[in-house]
């Protein structure tokens, strides 16, 4: 195995530009569809507390937007927050109704 010397300015410049890459490729990361979070029917029931049959009325409805592959159902995790969202509600001496 051979040995290559370069100097600290040159190496610094290569380390920054790394960096850059890494930034840019983490951005791009955020950015695709698949870092989005997937979740399946069991864990949409355990979040909003809700048996199989109203979550299959939500879909059958229109409630909540699901993606479908076979028989498995998927939901993103951003609707299902979307809709606790929406149907968020305070009390009116100002708590917060969890």
Sequence with gaps: ????TIESEAFQRLMKKMEEIESKLD???EKTPLS?????????CQLLHVSK??????????IIPYSQIGSKIYYRATDIEEHLKNH??????GSTNL
């Design 36 to 44: 989005e979070k997937w979740l399946d029917n069991q864990d949409v």
């Design 88 to 93: 968020y509600k305070s009390n009116s001496n």
């Design 53 to 62: 049959r109203t979550l299959q009325h939500y879909r059958d409805t229109g």
């Design 1 to 4: 195995m051979s040995l290559i």
């Design 27 to 29: 951005l791009q990361k």
